[in-house]
């Protein structure tokens, strides 16, 4: 049978024989806080200037004190202003601080305009009805408050009629003058002619612009 050796003893420390590193049970990673401000306990400072839950001025306090009087109350002790010397907190029902804050930010969400760019495509040879079309289109687009970029393709030896691409965007121009703006002018980029419109102050008209449509040349 071949020999194993054994492994050899740990060496003794000048007190005595080295032990194993003790381990300790780790414990829960503390939830981090998302409160906007700071609140209660976590208020750290000496001292505060107090607004009760009436909006009242108390004056300056020890935070002690004002963390009794808010929960004396049933309330919460919330700073509103940490930069200030003192800091400013107030008694409040932070709860509720919190459902009001959200549903004014809800609300003043809603009342935000949202202007969306929407694209039309046309070719220096699109016929007369599909122009007619696509320019309603556009039409459509400015008085739902949205911006329209128009954009002619010319593709290969087309870019020879650049301009009837231009003699297009006039029409264009002409035929929602009432409720759009030219907010970029029309603009040979490469192959493509390029404008872009954007809806003016009033966006509905008080009666619809008949569209005159001038045959593409041939």
């Known amino acids: 049978m071949a020999f194993i050796p054994s492994s ?6 000048p007190s005595g024989p080295s032990l194993p590193r003790p381990r300790f049970p780790r414990g829960q990673v503390p939830v981090q ?5 700071r609140l209660n306990e976590r208020i750290r400072v000496p001292q505060v200037r107090l607004i009760d839950e009436h909006g009242a001025q108390v004056g300056v306090v020890p935070t002690y004190e004002a963390l009794a009087m808010a929960k004396e109350r049933g309330l919460d002790l919330m700073e509103v202003s940490p930069n200030a010397q003192p800091p400013v907190c107030k008694i409040c029902d932070y709860g509720k601080f919190k459902y009001e804050k959200k549903k004014k930010d809800q609300q003043a969400k809603k009342k935000q305009t949202v202007i969306k760019v929407k694209e039309v495509q046309l070719r220096p040879q699109t016929d007369v009805h599909d122009l007619d ?4 289109n556009v039409r459509e687009f400015l008085e739902e408050g949205d911006k329209a970029k128009v954009t002619v393709m010319f593709r290969g030896r087309e870019v020879t009629y650049s301009e009837q691409g231009f003699k297009m965007m006039k029409q264009l121009i002409e035929f929602v003058k009432d409720i759009g703006v030219v907010e970029s002018p029309p603009k040979m980029e490469g192959k493509k002619l390029i404008m872009v419109l954007a809806p003016a102050s009033s966006k509905k008209s008080a009666a619809p612009q008949k569209s005159v449509i001038v045959k593409p040349e041939t």
């Open 33 to 37: 806080n998302k409160d906007e401000h």
């Open 8 to 13: 050899p003893p740990t060496p003794a420390g």
């Open 133 to 136: 079309y696509k320019f309603k």
